[in-house]
């Protein structure tokens, strides 16, 4: 691309008004290789410079470099100070928890968003070091806060950080809060201008945590060799304290992936979903005996399950695990009028849960800030990606070390009885039927994609009937299958969630009912590939 004066002045205006010495020098050196008709630096600069990370429903969340498009200590200064304005606009100032995790540059995102909002007047409490952010969701309950801010970039890739609010229900944004805090930042003066103060406070709020999920476990059995992995993020020694804590003491951790490690050397991607991932975590459990393994995404909001088969070990999908904590906790607990909740990519299946344990159930869109929120008197939210809400009365999102407890007390008790989880999830295909899940994701640019969602609305395939619960959601059903198309928030991508439901007539008919369905299943996929990109 050309470089121009406007992209040239632009880069000066920035590199001027940030207040990181490192981040303005790297800013500065990418102008001079553009200035220099360096080859690609006009392209970096430019991309650099392009629109300003968007502040959604998860905050922000973006590549640690410097310039607006970049998570860096300005861009973290200016939208602090459009939360506060946000915060403040009643007046009112009240505390703020402030958390991070172990990514490049947490240490001193964490420490812009204190000094900001300290300066804006508020009362800020910063965890004592990296922790998971269930810890951070709790505080802001556990301390009445008016919002609490986790740095954290989840499971994205190691070049990643992000910026995530809490509001004072505990809760993730949700519209229209974000495009309110948005505004707020873009009116927010340069980042260099904005005022910062010391004086935030520590605050600890483990302990307090810990006695919490500790009281999670509804049986007394506790024999039960867990093996577990942090994948290189900050949740281990809280996760093996929670599990000790509830009475499980005999966990085993993945050593090479046991300490915080920004560049998570042993992954390619630091998420229990990849392929690859829970690799050195099954080979441990296999290599100890174990009867459980947990993984946790690098915050520990996420938790998936790994199994052992007469096959050797494997992971369960998130419905699966979705299904066997939802079914624990409402055939142990007691509940008046209970909710469970899940989003509508998620498998049916916890809808016939709750309808034999004379719960309500509910569906939302993807996504926590809409799960918390499914109505009054919720006690279990899950959505398909390893996400578990198992104690809404305490972190209202999903936690993953909170449901890797309620996931051993289930493996104890069942232990305990001679039987295992892969013996409950027989015993709830045979109650509900076979519910099989998958994921079908096409790239597309938006404009293919977009036509190809409108096609299937107007005009349903024979045998399908369309429904749009949301503007960018589109649900396809005929009996016993179900496909629900959306667009990804982040790539230009048209993802598709298959549901095939097989009725099992017996326990003796099981196998043959997961053998058809697992038969329309594939047949499903070729047909769904067909129709998006025909």
Not at 312 to 338: F, I, K
């Amino acid at each position: 691309m050309t470089f121009t004066p406007a992209l040239r002045d632009a880069a000066m205006r920035w590199i001027a008004d940030d207040p990181d010495p490192a981040t303005r020098d790297e800013l500065t050196k990418v102008l001079a290789a553009a200035m220099a008709k360096a080859p690609g630096a006009a392209e970096e600069l430019a991309d650099r410079m392009s629109a300003p990370l968007k502040f959604g429903t998860a905050g922000l969340r973006g590549i640690v470099r410097a310039g607006p498009a970049g998570m860096n200590v300005a861009v973290v200064r200016r939208a602090t100070a459009g939360l506060a304005a946000w915060l403040a606009r009643d007046g009112q100032r009240g505390t703020v928890v402030v958390g991070r995790d172990a990514r490049h540059g947490s240490a001193a995102f964490a420490e812009a968003t204190a000094g900001v909002l300290t300066a804006a007047g508020f009362d800020v409490r910063v965890l004592p070091e990296p922790l998971p952010t269930p810890l951070l969701a709790f505080a802001v309950q556990h301390l009445g806060a008016a919002a609490g801010v986790q740095i954290t970039a989840s499971h994205n890739p190691p070049a990643d950080n992000g910026y995530k609010v809490y509001l004072a229900d505990g809760a993730q944004l949700a519209p229209p809060v974000d495009a309110e805090i948005e505004a707020a930042i873009t009116a927010a003066p340069p980042a260099l201008s904005v005022p910062v103060a010391p004086g935030a406070t520590t605050v600890d709020v483990t302990e307090a945590y810990l006695d919490r999920v500790a009281r999670l476990p509804r049986g007394t059995a506790r024999e039960l060799r867990i093996a577990l992995t942090p994948l290189h993020g900050v949740g281990g020694a809280t996760a093996v304290a929670a599990l000790a804590r509830a009475g499980f003491t005999d966990v085993r951790v993945v050593a090479s992936q046991a300490e915080p490690d920004p560049d998570f050397p042993t992954v390619a991607f630091p998420n229990p979903e990849e392929p690859g991932a829970t690799d050195e975590l099954l080979a441990l459990a296999a290599q100890i005996d174990a009867d459980l393994a947990i993984a946790l995404d690098p915050d520990a909001d996420r938790c998936a399950l790994g199994v052992p088969t007469p096959d050797g070990w494997r992971m369960l999908t998130g419905d699966e695990t979705g299904a066997l904590l939802g079914d624990h906790l409402l055939r142990t607990g007691s509940y008046r009028d209970p909710l469970v909740v899940t989003t509508v990519v998620s498998s049916s299946m916890l809808s016939r849960i709750a309808a034999a344990h004379g719960a309500r159930y509910a569906e939302t869109l993807t996504g926590f800030k809409w799960i918390v929120r499914g109505g009054p008197g919720l006690v279990y939210g899950y959505e398909e990606a390893l996400g578990y809400c198992v104690d809404p009365d305490a972190v209202r999102d999903k936690d993953g070390m909170a449901a890797a407890v309620v996931a051993a007390d289930l493996a104890a008790a069942l232990k305990a009885d001679g039987r295992t989880l892969l013996d409950r999830l027989d015993e709830l295909a045979i109650a509900h039927g076979v519910h099989l899940t998958a994921g079908v994701s096409l790239r597309m640019e938006p404009a293919v994609r977009d036509a190809a969602v409108a096609r299937l609305q107007s005009s349903p395939p024979a045998g399908w009937t369309a429904e749009r619960p949301a503007p960018d959601v589109l649900r396809l059903h005929r009996p016993g299958a179900r496909l629900v198309i959306r667009p990804s928030g982040t790539e230009p991508k048209l993802k598709a969630y298959l549901q095939i439901v097989e009725p099992v007539p017996d326990a003796a008919g099981l196998a043959a009912a997961r053998g058809a369905a697992t038969a329309r299943l594939e047949a499903l996929r070729a047909e769904v590939r067909g129709l998006l990109e025909g």
